[in-house]
């Protein structure tokens, strides 16, 4: 008498004899997808609406805030300052990068995805963006493999939690399936190009959301690959649009609900019996944060014409060159709402650090421009604190 051995069900979407086929309820979608559309075209009309010098400096503002997200989502810290600066020589608004090589790879590679976003996807470019990320290989006195598909023998986990208690979240396809799995990849980004002449075409945020998940789940980079992965986000938006934006939030959206974005991806990688390969679940997460993206970079580029019409107004009150640079300074922190705010509120204090004046002089200049109502003040005495008049605008508490 003979035995069978029931088959272990494949754990991962990699796994499924199916893959790399994904699918998805276009139906489940539409409601979703159309509502993404909306806040897109909102947020771009808006864009344009607002005039030229604005709009470029709510789109600076957004990626400055995208950087900053796609770091802290690996739990890396960039300084805003840093990133502000390798951003304006990227646009030739400033003669010298940032020293910061790490800051400059990850705009390099931000700028790469959506300005060349018309050139085609290869290993070789992806290999170039990884790279970048790692100047002088390493990260935290940790080498790293760069410029290369990872190819060591040891399985490449998800994991969480401390040593010797962690949690495995997922295991990616071993390395030497690495190379087939990403042709395919690449091969399917490239037939699936809003210019291709594939039919029926993708819809673009389903393929950014399916372009994601399957990068994820490849996993080819020893490290870089959250990262890498929204830069292909951004360059597949920049397809679907036609043009170099990256305007939509994507980054610090997921940033925002770090904990649904991990929660679903990690049960998008999941095969389990009754789904098998249909990710719709993940698409409809992806297609609702773009959607709650747009709407917040519309509040971000409504802060951008509302910095603009503040200058204006700030001029005409005939400030000094002190005054301007320290409002300038509470004007580039922007709004608690949104995540800024100058922290604890201008003080005569900071306002003599920031200008080198004398205490006496700080406290002159700040009741002026108290007085010319561009200062609205809080508290009293020594816990006096100054800051912007504008509507609907708060200061970070200390």
């Not at 509502?35 to 709009?55: D, F, Y």
């Not at 018309?118 to 170039?128: D, N």
């Not at 495995?168 to 395919?184: C, D, N």
């Not at 922290?343 to 406290?363: F, R």
Request: charged content about 20%.
């Amino acid at each position: 008498m003979s035995s069978k051995t029931t088959p272990t069900p494949p754990r991962y979407l990699w796994q499924h004899p199916a893959w790399p086929v994904i699918s998805f309820d276009t139906d489940a979608l539409m409601q979703d997808l159309s509502h993404a559309r909306l806040e897109q075209g909102k947020l771009l009309g808006l864009l344009e609406a607002i005039g030229l010098e604005s709009g470029q400096e709510a789109a600076r503002e957004l990626w400055v805030q995208e950087a900053m997200a796609t770091a802290a989502i690996e739990g890396e810290k960039l300084d805003q300052d840093a990133v502000r600066s390798s951003l304006a020589h990227r646009l030739g608004l400033a003669g010298l990068p940032t020293t910061d090589r790490h800051v400059d790879g990850l705009v390099q590679v931000m700028a790469d995805a959506t300005a060349q976003y018309q050139a085609p996807l290869t290993q070789e470019r992806l290999c170039l963006w990884q790279a970048a990320l790692f100047p002088g290989g390493s990260v935290n006195l940790r080498r790293v493999a760069v410029g290369r598909y990872r190819d060591h023998a040891d399985a490449m986990q998800i994991v969480s939690g401390r040593l010797g208690r962690e949690v495995v979240h997922y295991v990616a396809p071993p390395s030497a399936q690495v190379p087939q799995e990403m042709a395919q990849f690449l091969a399917w980004f490239e037939c699936t190009h809003p210019a291709a002449d594939a039919a029926p075409r993708l819809h673009g945020l389903v393929r950014a959301a399916l372009a994601h998940l399957w990068f994820e789940t490849i996993h080819p980079f020893e490290d870089g690959n959250g990262r890498l992965g929204r830069a292909i986000v951004d360059m597949a938006l920049a397809q679907d649009m036609g043009a170099a934006v990256r305007v939509f939030g994507i980054a610090r959206q997921m940033m925002t609900t770090r904990a649904a974005y991990d929660d679903a991806l990690n049960q998008a990688q999941q095969s389990t019996a009754g789904t098998g390969l249909d990710v719709t679940p993940w698409v409809q997460w992806f297609v609702q944060a773009c959607a709650q993206g747009c709407i917040t970079s519309q509040a971000v580029v409504r802060q951008a014409l509302e910095k603009a019409e503040f200058r204006q107004r700030a001029a005409a009150s005939g400030v000094n060159a002190r005054q301007t640079k320290v409002l300038d300074r509470l004007l580039q922190a922007g709004n608690r709402t949104l995540g800024g705010g100058f922290l604890g509120g201008m003080s005569s204090d900071k306002y003599c650090k920031l200008t080198g004046s004398s205490k006496a002089t700080a406290t002159r200049d700040l009741v002026d421009l108290a007085a010319k109502g561009l200062l609205r003040i809080e508290g009293v005495g020594k816990a006096t604190r100054y800051a912007i008049a504008i509507d609907q605008w708060t200061q970070a508490p200390v």
